[in-house]
């Protein structure tokens, strides 16, 4: 099922439910305190520019996230002044 075909609510269940599984991935390597919007925020910077790709994109890019690239993003993000709240 492809972007066009979803709803923004079945994309955004979708997209939670990866990035649910990445949250609980991340948990069993010892980064207890990250969240599935964490995951989501860092995922999605790099769309700023391009804009949203396809659903096989994004899944790919949320799972075969690194917990470095996550934690880099975290601290850049914080340094910025940007709330994880």
Known sequence: MELEQMSEEELM?????????????M?????????SDDIWNCVSSKY????VP???QLVNDILSLK?????NYMTISA?????FD
């Open 13 to 25: 269940s979708t997209i939670e439910m990866v990035c649910l599984s990445k949250v609980e991935e």
């Open 27 to 35: 948990h069993l390597i010892g980064y207890e305190y990250v969240t």
């Open 48 to 51: 700023e520019k391009e804009g």
């Open 54 to 56: 396809s659903l096989h």
């Open 67 to 71: 917990a470095t690239a996550l934690m």
């Open 79 to 83: 340094y910025k002044g940007s709330s």
